[in-house]
């Protein structure tokens, strides 16, 4: 009798200690699977509508269209041909036009962007950049410009325009097969004004665009 009163205890704290256990699993299974958190996917896209106004390259698999020769094209004196892409590291530049006195246009965008000092004009080049690499992520506005007369230089990053429309420097990211069309905005003398080549960095130095 003792016997059979035994074997029944041990077997309910056997029941009583699996009831147990088997809570306490599930409970660390759950703090396991909350505590191993979610990765939020990354931002792929730029804003709908960027002021640098990306758009889709036209047809979206068509190659770049640079076919020139490295050599003296691209030096101040032999600039990168109006209408001429031209492949730059990851990304292929073009010139598509230029507004020698953008003061009326600036004003016009937004009527506090200041006049240009006494003696000076602000000038805008619009540009297209397209990304080369199916590997990863362009940003136009990273993209160091510059124009010269030959004899000095003034950087975009210190132009006086204020708000540039389409502004180049606000366009998100972009993808192979992307184009970004924006402008960039110089403020220089007025003097200088006919004789501007657009220029940014290489890995050899500047290259040099002509303006139209």
Known sequence: MAATAVAVL????????????GRAYDDDASISSSSAGTIAPS????????????????PPGAPPSTDLE??????????????????????E???????????????????????????EQHVLVEL?????DPNGLGSPGAIPF????????????????????GDLRDTGFIEVGDEAIGQVCFTVPSGAVDDLALGTESFAGPLWFALP
Request: aromatic content about 10%.
């Open 10 to 21: 041990t077997l309910l704290i056997g029941l009583v200690a699996g009831f147990f256990l």
């Open 146 to 165: 510059f124009v010269s007369d030959g004899d000095e230089e003034w950087a975009s990053f210190e132009s006086r325009c204020g708000l540039v429309p």
């Open 93 to 119: 530049i073009e010139v598509l036009g230029v507004t020698r006195d953008a003061t009326d246009a600036l004003a016009e965008f937004a009527p506090a962007n200041p006049p240009p000092p006494s003696g």
């Open 128 to 132: 297209a950049v397209r990304f080369t």
């Open 70 to 91: 490295p050599g003296g094209l691209g030096q101040f004196d032999d600039p990168i041909p109006v209408g001429q892409a031209y492949v730059l590291g990851l990304y």
């Open 43 to 58: 931002p792929t896209a730029p804003p709908a509508t960027p002021p640098g106004d990306t758009i889709p390259q036209q």
